[in-house]
């Protein structure tokens, strides 16, 4: 599972939780109206556990820029539904595919825009270096008489 299947999860979310909201990717658009929301991750960082395992967190900030005259009132009604729906998402392709549980969640709400960080934690096993289990075999016996 990669970065973008996160934040692809994360898009196909927000689409199930408001479909009549579009979903932006990393910069705004010039000329858009709201309510729009705009996904970008923040940062990533990788700590080693135990050989080749691996732990790769990541941080998304997911803005939401409301339409209404009451744009607070609107950010934070949106902000509870945030916090529910995007608890748990699923995210990658194919056999990757998996769920992936929020570690941390927490908003506020700067000049009428309501900011939602998330985080996320993947597990990641790299491949380790093809080694020969074994060689050739000879056996070599006999068979005693008696």
Not at 24 to 49: D, K
Not at 68 to 83: H, I, Q, T, V
């Amino acid at each position: 599972m990669q970065m973008n299947d996160v934040k692809n999860g994360m898009i196909q979310r927000l689409d199930e939780i408001e479909p009549s909201i579009p979903v932006y990717e990393e910069s705004s658009e010039q000329g858009f109206t709201g309510p729009a929301f705009f996904v970008s991750l923040l940062s990533s960082e990788q700590t080693r556990e135990a050989e080749r395992r691996y732990l790769r967190s990541l941080l998304f900030d997911v803005q939401y820029y409301p339409a209404g005259p009451a744009k607070k009132a609107e950010c934070s009604s949106m902000a509870d539904r945030l916090y529910e729906g995007l608890e748990n998402i699923e995210a990658g392709t194919g056999s990757g595919t998996g769920l992936c549980e929020a570690l941390t969640m927490r908003h506020e709400v700067v000049n009428d825009v309501l900011h939602f960080f998330i985080s996320f934690g993947i597990h990641l096993i790299k491949a380790g270096p093809d080694e020969t289990k074994m060689n050739q075999m000879v056996q070599e016996g006999q068979i005693k008489h008696v």
